[in-house]
């Protein structure tokens, strides 16, 4: 039996070609902590990856559970809620920052690398010992000796909203690349999981909780967030916003932007919303270019995240993190590559007049997603001005009222997808 069209793959048929990882050690986070997770009564599969896990999980194959007398669809979405559907016993045994969680069952292990505040790497077997893989699962809550709160990216939980728009996102930019740039690729999603709880944020809302569950993959232990200046990692993330761009894609929004003023003695400069600051001289120059003889400035930091990348053929970088992605109608700001070793963490830059705009007949399919400028809506928030927010906000909603099917949310994103094409 095959699955539904569309529950299968929700990008273009391009299956990973690197092996996905099945031991902690391929992992290489030895600063890790090992927490333990419990499962969610409540919890559903919103979103499942048919072809991807069957493709990853040979003994989860339409062929190997159909000699099995199982159902594929159905022992694979019991079996991703059996694997996946879970949350930590620090985040089950508070109700602070979420509605109540019903648990059931035994506590599992699981292996935390460094910056993994809500997410952990699980090992998940198929009974028999006959196959195992490793899952990166987003959203299951604040480890042990950390106190869940409702500050920002404190929670320790991952809204339904949150999870539908980077499952969105990937899905288009998995698309442009398989068009544009077959050697780059995106971490994959195996699924999205409802859990049947509420998160409560800061903001006072009341959102549907969910687990984002990931193909696994290894975070650079030797080069820490950003790039270093002039290397290979700075050159490929640069040459995927500039990609991205044409189709009207930017990594950057307000979370990673350079606030430049003109002084007297020198300009000034600011990282979002922190203090302004003397220019280092080191960057003095390139800095008054990006003014432009003007009082002020505001540039766009680049924000892409990658994996670790493991030497494959065909593979030149992963991609990893879609939630900050924002679809824009035009680009009217400088371009500032970050780095980790350069004063202000400026690196490569472009002024605005260098900055390359979207193409027309490229950037069309996504028009409708590009999001409103400040000064066109004035103090309105992302989650009020941004299009595929809206979207999976009203579709979250509607899957938990059961307004929506998972199939149903799979054609959206797999229309979203083909428009591209």
């Not at 998160?199 to 990931?214: F, K």
């Not at 990673?256 to 080191?282: K, M, N, Q, T, W």
Request: net charge negative; hydrophobic share 45%; with cysteine.
């Amino acid at each position: 039996m095959n699955p539904p069209p569309s529950m299968c793959r929700i990008v273009p048929p391009r299956l990973p070609v690197d092996p996905p990882k099945r031991d902690l050690a391929e992992i290489d986070a030895p600063d890790g902590v090992a927490d333990q997770l419990v499962r969610v009564a409540t919890a559903r599969v919103v979103l499942l990856d048919h072809a991807l896990l069957a493709h990853d999980m040979p003994a989860l194959s339409d062929e190997a559970l159909g000699a099995a007398g199982l159902d594929p669809v159905v022992t694979r979405e019991a079996w991703m809620l059996e694997q996946a559907g879970l949350v930590s016993l620090t985040q089950a045994a508070q109700a602070e920052v979420n509605t109540p969680i019903a648990t059931i069952g035994e506590p599992r292990l699981v292996w935390r690398p460094p910056r993994y505040g809500r997410a952990a790497v699980l090992r998940a077997d198929w009974p028999g010992n006959s196959g195992h893989l490793l899952l990166d699962l987003k959203g299951v809550g604040r480890g042990a000796g950390h106190v869940p709160a409702r500050a920002h990216h404190s929670s320790g939980l991952c809204s339904l909203r949150e999870a539908l728009r980077e499952v969105l996102m990937e899905a288009i930019i998995a698309a442009i690349l398989a068009r544009a740039a077959p050697d780059l690729w995106t971490v994959p999603a195996y699924a999205v999981l409802d859990l049947g709880f509420d998160a409560l944020t800061h903001r006072g809302e009341q959102l549907p909780a969910a687990v984002l569950v990931r193909r696994a993959h290894a975070r650079d232990q030797d080069e820490p967030v950003l790039p270093w200046r002039g290397s290979a990692g700075e050159r490929v993330r640069l040459e995927i916003e500039l990609l991205l761009r044409a189709y009207g894609l930017t990594s950057s929004n307000a979370g990673s932007r350079y606030h430049l003023r003109a002084a007297a003695d020198g300009p000034r400069i600011a990282y979002v919303d922190s203090a302004f600051e003397p220019v280092d001289p080191r960057v003095r120059s390139e800095v008054e270019a990006m003014l432009d003889g003007s009082g002020d400035a505001t540039c766009d930091g680049i924000n892409i995240q990658l994996a670790r990348l493991d030497r494959q053929p065909g593979v030149r970088a992963h991609m990893v993190d879609f939630g900050h992605y924002e679809v824009r109608r035009r680009f009217d700001r400088a371009l500032v590559s970050m780095v980790c070793d350069a004063p202000h963490r400026w690196g490569a830059c472009l002024t605005r007049r260098d900055s390359p705009q979207p193409d027309p007949a490229l950037a069309a399919p996504l028009a409708h997603w590009a999001r409103q400028e400040a000064s066109a809506v004035g103090s309105l928030s992302r989650n009020n001005s941004d299009p595929p927010t809206l979207w999976a906000d009203a579709t979250a909603r509607a899957f938990r009222t059961g307004e929506m099917s998972g199939e149903d949310i799979a054609d959206a994103i797999a229309q979203a997808t083909g428009e591209i094409f």
